[in-house]
């Protein structure tokens, strides 16, 4: 079983609509969750930052992390044409290691107008 | 704010030639540094990181390098490139104080080995 489990899609949605964006992953240990959002040839940047279980909101993104379901979310609400990028979920521990994370492979996103 | 700069953006070149890749970090001290590899289908691949002058280590075994020859300072290098070098090639950085250790990427390199 891979670490970290992400739906590559592609997902096409229409303007306005909701999306929702998920990961699982194995490591018990992992406490820090990210999302980042990479536009086509560019590097990735961070959209969402959470430490361990609860939601995160901050505009029409919102994150939520269940770590008993070892399971992630990240939801884009009136889902806009630039909203169109691939999403990357990322993790790490609180260990020594701490300075690595681990990364999905990324869901692309396409928001039609 | 803190800014990190990433050069070449684009090149092409030969099978066996060499390469130099590199990228600078301002506005922040000590950082931890990293070298990730995105080729298509495959996610971020981590090929080093720093957490000091000097202190490299290596994940995965191939024929790249990397150096920290200044504290913001990193440098990726090969001296003969194979075909499957080909990719996208992200530095990055993170503070070494903060737990959780977000990490903030440059606008990456992208290389053709030909």
């Known amino acids: 079983q891979k670490e970290v489990e992400q739906d590559p899609g592609p997902l096409s949605v229409p303007e306005g609509a909701i999306v929702s964006l998920n990961c699982t992953y194995s490591?018990?240990?992992?406490?820090?969750f990210m999302w980042y959002r990479q536009y086509s040839r560019k590097g990735p940047e961070l959209l969402m930052y959470?430490?361990?279980?609860g939601n995160k909101e901050d505009g029409r993104f919102t994150a939520q992390v269940d770590k008993s379901s070892k399971y992630i979310s990240l939801f884009i609400r009136d889902s806009q044409p630039s909203d169109s990028a691939t999403y990357l979920c990322?993790?790490?521990?609180?260990?020594?290691?701490?300075?690595?994370?681990?990364f999905g492979k990324g869901t692309l996103l396409t928001v039609n107008p | 704010s803190q800014t990190i700069h990433q050069w070449p953006a684009t090149l092409v070149q030969p099978v066996g030639s060499p390469l130099s890749l590199e990228c600078t970090v301002e506005?922040?001290?000590?950082?931890?540094l990293y070298w990730y590899r995105q080729a298509a289908g495959r996610g971020l691949q981590l090929l080093f990181y720093?957490?000091?002058?000097?202190?490299i280590s290596s994940e995965v075994p191939q024929n790249l390098s990397a150096s920290r020859p200044q504290d913001r300072q990193f440098i990726l290098s090969s001296k003969k490139l194979l075909l499957s070098d080909s990719g996208f090639y992200l530095c990055?950085?993170?503070?070494?104080?903060?737990?959780?250790?977000?990490?903030?990427f440059g606008e990456g390199s992208w290389l053709t080995v030909v």
């Open positions: 720093s957490v000091g002058i000097g202190q």
């Open positions: 990055a950085w993170s503070e070494q104080a903060t737990s959780g250790n977000t990490i903030y």
């Open positions: 959470t430490y361990s279980s």
């Open positions: 990322a993790m790490s521990d609180s260990g020594g290691s701490n300075y690595k994370l681990t």
């Open positions: 506005g922040t001290s000590n950082p931890n």
């Open positions: 490591n018990s240990a992992f406490q820090y």
